[in-house]
């Protein structure tokens, strides 16, 4: 079973639409959870942290589910720019450097 | 706004060649890290540095892969002898991580990736 796990895509949707990315970790001992969004041939840049609470900025809102090991990114309103992939993140506790571990990624195509 | 830099941006090589790669982190950070990111997958890491010490190399194929930070700076991943499967974008962030720094906001931590190596091996 792999260690971060998210939905596989890709997943083509017309702009204005609401899409939703779902990701599990099996790690319980897991700290910090992010979503990261790499554009094609691109670096991969921090989108948002990832709270108990919940959180959201703008049309992005990330939920965490600790007691299921359970991630969500929900995007309204989508935009044409928003096409990319989209990588769930976890950060392991007790280790020293923080080591980030990435699910394999959705790519998310929006069209006009 | 200060950024990684990595060079090459691109490499083909042939398997059995040697490869280097570099990596300049943003200025004052103390970890660097090296990932591998295969099409398809998401990055794994591969080596990670804290200042001039290596802190986890547990994903690093250490038959044909070596990593140095020697002045606690930049840092050089090398592949001999290259094969085909190692063929990725091989990807170096920073951060201003320290083991037991306290009262520092999560965003201090955050991981900034340079613009990677597109590494081909024929």
């Known amino acids: 079973r792999k260690e971060v796990e998210q939905d596989p895509g890709p997943f083509n949707v017309p702009e204005g639409a609401t899409v939703a990315f779902n990701c599990t970790y099996s790690n319980s001992a897991s700290q910090s959870f992010f979503w990261y969004r790499q554009d094609c041939r691109k670096e991969p840049k921090l989108l948002m942290s990832?709270?108990?609470s919940g959180n959201e900025d703008g049309r992005f809102t990330a939920q965490l589910n600790r007691a299921s090991q359970y991630i969500s990114l929900l995007i309204r309103d989508s935009k044409l720019s928003d096409s990319a992939t989209y990588l769930c993140?976890?950060?392991?506790?007790?280790?020293?450097?923080?080591?980030?571990?990435f699910g394999q990624g959705t790519e998310l195509s929006v069209k006009p | 706004e200060a950024e990684v830099a990595q060079s090459p941006r691109y490499k083909i090589t042939e398997k059995s060649q040697a490869v280097a790669f570099w990596c300049d982190p943003i200025?004052?950070?103390?970890?660097l890290y090296w990932y591998r990111q295969i099409l398809g997958q998401g990055p794994e890491l591969l080596v990670q540095f804290q200042d001039e010490s290596v802190v986890d190399d547990s994903q690093l194929p250490k038959d044909r892969f070596s990593a140095e930070r020697l002045k606690g700076v930049d840092s050089t991943l090398k592949i001999q002898p290259a094969e085909l499967g190692d063929s990725a974008m091989y990807l170096c962030?920073?951060?201003?991580?320290?083991?037991?720094?306290?009262?520092?906001?999560?965003?201090?931590?955050?991981?900034?990736f340079g613009p990677g190596t597109r590494l081909t091996v024929l």
């Open positions: 962030a920073s951060s201003h991580f320290r083991p037991g720094a306290s009262g520092v906001q999560s965003s201090y931590n955050e991981q900034f």
């Open positions: 200025s004052g950070h103390a970890t």
């Open positions: 990832v709270y108990s």
């Open positions: 993140v976890v950060k392991w506790s007790g280790n020293q450097g923080g080591k980030l571990i």
